[in-house]
């Protein structure tokens, strides 16, 4: 089983792919996430859906992004 904090580095490797800052500050575009989501990983999820669980609709901050991860698992 992965242990939390692996977890957590990947998830902020990810933030920082997307446009987040190493500090787990700043924003990711949630357009810049739905585009990665059904054009590079050609995924039929509903982003919408999932950004409305998380209570974002243009950016997401570090916590909220790990929230989105750990709901669509």
């Given amino acids: 089983m992965e242990e939390p904090d692996d977890q957590e580095d990947e998830y902020l ?4 792919a997307l446009g987040g800052n190493a ?11 739905i ?3 059904k054009d590079d990983f ?4 509903n982003m919408q859906e999932y950004l409305n669980s998380v209570e974002s609709s243009d ?9 989105l991860l750990d709901a669509s698992t």
């Fill in 42 to 45: 050609e995924l039929t999820i």
């Fill in 13 to 16: 490797d990810a933030f920082v």
């Fill in 59 to 67: 950016s997401l901050d570090f916590y909220q992004f790990c929230v």
């Fill in 35 to 37: 585009e990665i989501i």
């Fill in 23 to 33: 500090d787990k500050e700043g924003r990711i575009e949630a357009k810049l996430l």
